[in-house]
């Protein structure tokens, strides 16, 4: 099984900045991906950034054009950790923020699928 826990969330005042973590945990085999989701209430979920494997400290990137230029995810491969470094923050920013991995069991190994972590709350006030 794996696990994956979200850290670093509270709350900031409008422009202010945020760095949330989320390590990935189990029999991991390999992860293909990680990134984000978040959900405010009473909206939809959305997709927020990913980013792919390769070299120590991931891959390449992609960003929802809400966040570009504002936030920036990256990676620890090694320690199955996925970040979240969010500048600028506005109010409409504040949801739930939620990590996925793309994970390969070390029981299926071709295999990976989808594993999510429980979020973290991000509030931002004006």
């Not at 990935?24 to 959305?46: L, P």
């Not at 070299?55 to 992609?62: F, K």
Request: hydrophobic share 30%; charged share 10%; with cysteine.
């Amino acid at each position: 099984q794996v696990q994956l826990v979200e850290s670093g969330g509270g709350l900031v005042q409008a422009g202010g900045s945020l760095r949330l973590s989320c390590a990935a945990s189990g029999s991991i085999f390999s992860i293909n991906a990680m990134g984000w989701y978040r959900q405010g209430s009473g909206k939809q979920r959305e997709w927020v950034a990913s980013i792919t494997s390769g070299g120590s400290t991931g891959g390449s990137t992609n960003y929802a054009g809400s966040v570009k230029g504002r936030f920036t995810i990256s990676r620890d491969n090694v320690n199955h950790t996925v970040y979240l470094q969010m500048n600028s923050l506005k109010p409409e920013d504040t949801s739930i923020y939620y990590c996925y991995g793309i994970v390969a069991e070390t029981t299926a190994p071709g295999l990976p699928r989808h594993y999510w972590g429980q979020g973290t709350q991000v509030t931002v006030s004006s």
